[in-house]
């Protein structure tokens, strides 16, 4: 793993038993990895004894673009529909999208999404409104924007994450 020197003071192995323990989780990292995410370790929580490995892709995962947000933006295109929407194909592979936290987490490690931009969990107010936030990296910053949560674009995917 690329970034395993972050985590020196776990043991590799006792993540790999974790997997083969929960081999449906392995199948969900396969699908990640399929899909272009990259999946790589973001962190452990020692309380719950939970691994979350996140999409580390340079960009948003190639698999994962032209996507509106969800099945009801999806439903609510007349015309040029996408072939999904974000929240289904994550819910097919069996991971959910990163939130705004999680993105600046993840931004912390590296530059992400400095050619493309990933849609993030929406908050309920905004998705009531019909729209949908997404987070991008540009001029050495973090940026979160907002836009219908119909609109889709070549260059606008999603990351996910699943606990082990």
Known sequence: ???????????????????????EKL??????????????????????????????????PKGRRSLC???????????????????????????????????RELQQLGEFDTKTSSWLKTPNEIRELGGAIFGDFRYGKVFIYHNGAESYYAARGFRGFVKV
Not at 72 to 86: I, V, Y
Request: proline share 3%; hydrophobic share 35%.
């Open 1 to 23: 793993m690329e970034h395993k020197t972050r985590f020196k003071q776990l043991e590799w192995l006792k993540i790999e038993e974790k997997l083969k323990a929960e081999p």
């Open 27 to 60: 199948w969900v990292l396969s699908k990640m990895e399929e899909t272009g995410g990259e999946p790589n370790l973001l962190g452990y929580d020692a309380k719950t004894n939970e691994f979350t490995f996140c999409d580390f892709s340079k960009e948003s």
């Open 69 to 103: 947000y969800d099945r009801e933006a999806l439903e609510s295109r007349k015309k040029f529909k996408p072939k999904n929407s974000a929240l289904d194909l994550a819910a097919e592979i069996g991971i959910e999208i990163l939130d705004e936290a999680q993105y």
